[in-house]
């Protein structure tokens, strides 16, 4: 019918408005009715407003005190004492409470409170009239947004029913970085000459001087109110909130300039000193690089810039002493990672459905609105209990001249449509694997057969659930959740037919996929969601479950891409004679588990000239193996602080299972020694290959020397003249010239460094082989010179 | 040449140990100077690559078998870049086309045009042709498959194609019909252990026939496997005795106690064990069609007769569902899943059957 229509909304809106009015008519009395109150009570804020002045009035007034921390003042009248009184009674109470509901958090007066605001409630009138006294200026309904109109401006205001827990979080972590705070406020107006910042870290308490996550994360759905809960905890705490916003410019010099005005000024203007509080608005859409700097200067630590505050503050090295709140939407954007790792993540919880809607109707019974509480709950349904959304809706209906909300209304407006935010991962998985908790008393599950459940999911939820999934398109995501997770839930099944049937669909989905992408051919996304149907169908459960991100699969990726790394470095070295014959498969199944076992033979720890023939001969086979196939050990530093060789590339790590390694592997010292040995082998080879040129031996040793690999730790290199046969005569050379020089530097003692050189020289010359990094391993490293002899 | 897998590895034909009859064949088409395209297939390390080099050898000679290694690039219609690694000589060139993984039919039809255009220029001298090895010709795309077909007829006279592979049922009939089929059946163990003797022999070590008898048994028929185990057995322990030890594989152990472990329990907990393996195995690059045989072979192994076929089939059907798909660990744990649920209903059937007796 009008949905066809291109502008359905607007009909389909005028139309309810039609029927609102008949329905007015129909009630026409109580609409004269509902019309004169209304009238008497415009009057009456009228009065009530000409009744507040600015200034101090000549005649007898009643001071009040705005949350705002303004004074008005009221003045007092014949007429309506009574009433007015009570009114006044009450305005005080709260403004009262307002004060001093630091002291009475401490001493949990939320019961009171909550009584308190029952009593409100309770007395219409006299609560429109206290909504006037904190509100002064507001008289007509359209003047301001709801929104702002309502949004609660004190603690207690708050809807602590379900925030209790968080606010009491935040309160606390408020508490502990603005003690310091408190204590700072208190002694800035004792001792006035006193320095601010020095005294801040001496008062503050704990370890590192601060509380240990300086940034609070709240994270939750637009419209749940979480900018104001900021606001109104960081007021309540003390400070003084500094608002930075996506409407503000982001980039990384701005954001600096804005972060440190932020923390380290101070308010001058104002009399009483209040600490600043950062608050960053919508920070999932800041730049990385902006929220790495805020990361940076998070984890400074305060140490080293305490030397720094004391000298010099300009080096841009100062620390974040004032409580930071980001606010985001969505937690886990990439660039938001870092920060994730060190804030307080609040996460907003969903508000109840009654409880909003029981909040919604105190406010329309104080706008003098006719609905009921139904009503109110389906509304607070379809917003999805964005409080934000809900106040819109009712002031569009009321601003349209209707004083009643009925829920045909709610049900058939467009205006609110049905909300597409996208819901997070998390939400969806908890959506299709856990029954929801309104909805408890409605489903019952059939234990026995798993399969026969979906009779007892409706139509209408069924394809809700497929809208949400579809909604956030990355079916890979959430179906690898799934599959991480649905075997840890509870179920019962003791035929496994679920999990069967679960797991074709999987494959269904992952053959699709593969379709879908290498073909391109997007026809088969939209049977992509029915997937989490299935799962929803066959393994819904009513305990709470504890989702995590699918790390496994990914985990799992990365170990893959290492190891596949390893085997194709390695491939690609072999030489050409023995790849033609080999690939990756080949290389992994059949050759390396045998290869490894031919790699490391069973060698005594002796020296090299001892050994069996047999052992020679293994010896011999490795290092042939080793230089066929391009191995090579390096040096690498263990977890525990030693020194190991370890292959490269480490094709062990891939043949190795973890479970079944008994410690194979060859000692630290055999390793060395086979290190040694395949540097020889490699320089033989190489020289072998060049040996056509006829070339001199020592440009070949100079050349080979450093070729085997450049990047080798020095301290191995050092070992390599050993290796080189060549190398013992000069070994021999030094065990002499030891000999020879001991003396002769006890007697000389004075010409010591002539005497050095001259020793040393003839050796240098004979010496065919030069290092450049060698300097340490001639003769005056060697040469024991007791101390006496320079004396 | 270290190795004793590479270091006896025939280089002639003359030098084969086994399927001499199939050798002389294919020395008598190769001496009449033109050959079909090859497809040559077989299991693993029954000896194709190696008979493709003899055949190589027998054509061109020594030339041969001085190789080098290239590096070609290529670019894909999406622009995107891609290298892939050959190995040839001046007469000849390998590629393994199934590296670049699913762009290979760039690679087909790229390098097969380039060398395929390029004639030879003396042609008296050698050889009016080139010869292309393609391996792994079972792993490529249907696309590159369809790809390599029209170019197989269109450039015949300057190119010959030596195709390799495991299995022929991934090849597309249209190749098969325009190839030479040349099956490498896998050595006997008595054929592998009589190789075995003759390597033993001349490394001078002594070989107790038992022994040799066993590692056939255990390669399951795979020469290279055979000839490395009798290597590392040679490397463990000299003299070699009856009862030694053969080396078995990490990952061949760590499978066969994931599919025992299924085998054992079937439960969702169970099933949640073996995937925390199954990925271990995968992160360990053992293909997943390995998986599947080695879970399959235990599981057979261990279960009731009445199961078997249906077990087979099911396993048979959940790798096929791999090819089409990509995510391995889902197809894998699918078929722990189906398996179990076969088991327990069988068990359940048996408990049932039960009752029937007693009345």
Redesign the interface.
């Given at each position: 019918m009008f949905e066809t229509t291109p502008n359905g909304s607007s009909i389909q809106i005028i139309d309810c408005k039609k029927r609102l009015f008949d329905e007015d008519d129909s009630i026409d009395k109580e609409k004269d009715n509902v019309e004169n109150q209304r009238r008497n009570s415009i009057k009456k804020q009228k009065i009530i407003a000409s009744r507040y002045h600015r200034q101090i009035p000549n005649r007898p007034f009643v001071v009040l005190t705005s949350h705002q921390n303004q004074r008005y003042y009221l003045l007092e009248r014949e007429e309506d004492d009574d009433c007015f009184k009570l009114s006044l009674n009450d305005g005080n109470k709260r403004s009262l409470l307002k004060v001093s509901v630091e002291d009475m958090i401490e001493t949990n007066v939320r019961q009171e409170l909550e009584e308190l605001t029952k009593s409100i409630d309770k007395s219409t009138a006299d609560a429109e009239n206290e909504d006037d006294s904190t509100l002064p200026i507001v008289d007509q309904y359209t003047d301001e947004l709801w929104v702002e109109k309502f949004a609660p401006r004190a603690f207690c205001d708050l809807l602590s029913d379900i925030n209790g827990l968080i606010f009491g979080n935040i309160a606390r972590h408020e508490q502990i970085a603005s003690n310091e705070a408190h204590k700072d406020r208190t002694h800035s107006i004792a001792t006035v000459n006193k320095k601010v910042y020095p005294s801040d870290i001496q008062f503050e308490l704990d370890a590192c001087k601060r509380p240990l996550q300086k940034v609070a994360l709240l994270c939750g759905s637009p419209g749940a109110g979480k900018t104001t809960l900021a606001h109104v905890v960081a007021r309540h705490a003390g400070y003084n909130v500094i608002e930075m916003n996506a409407s503000d410019d982001r980039s990384v010099e701005l954001f600096r300039t804005r972060l440190e005005t932020a923390t380290q000024m101070r308010e001058v203007l104002s009399k009483d000193y209040k600490p600043n509080c950062l608050l960053i608005d919508e920070i999932d859409g800041a730049p990385a690089p902006s929220i790495q700097l805020l990361v940076d200067l998070i984890s400074r630590m305060p140490a080293d810039s305490q030397q720094a505050s004391s000298k010099t503050k300009k080096n841009n090295s100062f620390v974040l002493l004032r409580p930071v709140i980001c606010i985001c939407n969505d937690l886990y954007v990439p660039a938001l990672k870092p920060l994730r790792q060190i804030a307080l993540i609040l996460n907003f919880p969903r508000i109840e459905p009654n409880v909003l809607a029981k909040r919604l109707l105190t406010i329309s019974e104080q706008l003098n609105i006719q609905t009921d509480m139904i009503t109110m709950n389906s509304l607070c349904a379809k917003a999805t209990c964005d409080i934000r959304s809900c106040l819109h809706f009712m002031q569009f209906v009321v601003t349209h001249r209707n004083r009643a909300i009925t829920k045909k209304m709610i049900e058939s407006t467009v205006v609110l449509g049905v909300k597409d935010a996208q819901k997070s991962l998390f939400e969806i998985w908890t959506e299709i694997l856990q029954v929801p908790q309104s909805k408890k008393t409605q489903l019952t599950l059939q234990l026995d057969d798993p399969l026969k459940r979906s009779g007892k999911v409706t139509l209408a939820r069924r394809l809700e659930l497929i809208d949400l999934v579809s909604s956030i398109g990355s079916y890979d995501r959430i179906y690898d959740g799934l599959f991480e997770h649905y075997l840890t839930l509870h179920f019962h099944d003791p035929k496994l037919t679920s999990i069967d049937y679960a797991n074709q669909w999987l494959l269904f989905y992952d053959v699709m996929n593969k379709e879908m992408y290498t073909q391109q051919n997007y026809s088969f996304l939209r049977y992509a969601p029915y997937v989490a149907l299935v799962f929803n169908l066959l393994f819904v459960t009513h305990r709470p479950i504890q989702m995590r991100y699918p790390q496994k699969q990914l985990d799992m990726q990365n170990k893959l891409r290492t190891n596949t790394a390893a085997i194709e470095t390695m491939l690609n070295d072999i030489v050409p004679n023995i790849r033609q014959y080999l690939n990756k498969d080949i290389l992994v199944l059949d050759i390396l588990p045998y290869m490894l076992e031919i790699l490391q033979p069973r060698l005594r720890q002796t020296n090299i000239a001892l050994f069996t023939n047999k052992e020679l001969r293994d010896i011999q086979t490795l290092i042939d193996v080793m230089v066929t196939f391009s191995l090579s050990y390096i040096q690498q530093r263990t977890a525990t602080g030693e020194n190991a060789l370890v292959l490269e590339p480490p094709i062990d790590a891939v043949a190795y299972f973890s479970g079944s390694n008994d410690k194979r592997g060859l000692s630290f010292g055999t390793r060395q020694m086979i290190f040694k040995e395949l540097l020889k082998e490699r320089v033989k080879r190489n020289i072998r290959l060049k040996s056509d040129k006829q070339e001199m031996f020592v440009p070949v040793n100079r050349q080979v020397t450093p070729t085997p690999k450049p990047k080798h730790p020095s301290e191995l290199i050092k070992l390599q003249p050993k290796a080189i046969p060549q190398n013992e005569t000069i070994v021999a050379r030094d065990f002499f010239a030891k000999f020879k020089l001991g003396p002769k530097n006890s007697q000389m003692t004075p010409k010591l460094p002539d005497q050095i050189d001259s020793a040393s020289k003839p050796i240098e010359r004979q010496a065919l082989i030069s290092f450049a990094y060698n300097e340490g391993f001639s003769d005056a490293v060697r040469c024991r010179i007791k101390i006496q002899d320079l004396l | 040449?270290?190795?004793w897998c590479?270091k006896y590895?025939p280089k002639t034909f003359d030098e084969l140990d086994y399927q001499l009859q199939q050798a002389e064949l294919l020395q008598t088409i190769v001496a009449s100077g033109d050959f079909p395209h090859f497809l040559i297939f077989g299991p693993?390390?029954s000896g194709k690559?190696?008979r493709i080099?003899c055949l190589l050898h027998a054509l061109y000679g020594d030339g041969i078998?001085s190789?080098?290694?290239e590096n070609h690039e290529y670019e894909t219609p999406s622009k995107k870049k891609i290298e892939i690694?050959t190995?040839g000589s001046n007469f000849h060139i390998?590629v393994?086309p199934s590296d670049v993984g699913?762009y290979d039919r760039v690679v087909i039809q790229e390098l097969i045009k380039t060398i395929a255009q390029t004639r030879q220029i003396n042609s008296t001298e050698q050889r009016a042709f080139k010869v292309i090895v393609i391996?792994?010709v079972d792993k490529l795309t249907r696309d590159a498959q369809h790809g390599l077909r029209r170019t197989m007829e269109k450039y015949v006279g300057s190119c010959r194609l030596v195709l390799c592979c495991n299995s022929t049922s991934r090849v597309i009939p249209a190749i098969r019909s325009r190839c030479l089929a040349i099956r490498v059946a896998a050595p006997t163990v008595d054929e592998i252990s009589g190789i075995l003797k003759k390597v033993a022999t001349i490394e001078g070590i002594q070989l107790p026939v038992d022994l040799a008898n066993r590692i056939g048994e255990k390669s399951q028929r795979?020469l290279?496997?055979a000839l490395?185990?009798l290597?590392?057995c040679a490397?463990?322990k000299?003299p070699l005795t009856k009862d030694q030890q053969i080396?078995?594989?990490?990952?061949e152990?760590?499978l066969r106690d994931t599919a025992r472990m299924i085998g054992e329990q079937?439960t969702?907990?169970r099933?949640?064990e073996a995937?925390?393996r199954l990925?271990?195995l995968?992160?360990?690059?053992?293909?997943a069609e390995?998986i599947f045989k080695g879970l399959l072979d235990e599981l057979l192994a261990n279960c009731d007769d009445l199961l078997k076929s249906q077990i087979t089939q099911t396993a048979a059907e959940?790798e096929h569902?791999l090819r089409?798909?990509?995510?391995e660990?889902?197809?894998l744990?699918?078929f722990i899943?189906?398996y179990?649920?076969i088991y327990?209903?069988h068990m359940?059937s048996m408990a049932a059957g039960l009752d029937d007796c007693f009345d």
């Open positions: - | 040449m270290s190795l590479d590895r693993s390390g690559k190696t080099t078998q190789l080098r290694i690694t190995i390998q393994n699913i391996v792994e795979n290279r496997r490395l185990m290597q590392s490397t463990q000299v080396v078995e594989p990490d990952w152990i760590y079937q969702p907990q099933i949640l995937r925390e990925y271990e995968i992160a360990h690059c053992i293909p390995v959940y569902r089409q798909g990509s995510k660990i889902f197809h744990e699918a899943a189906k179990m649920c327990k209903q359940q």
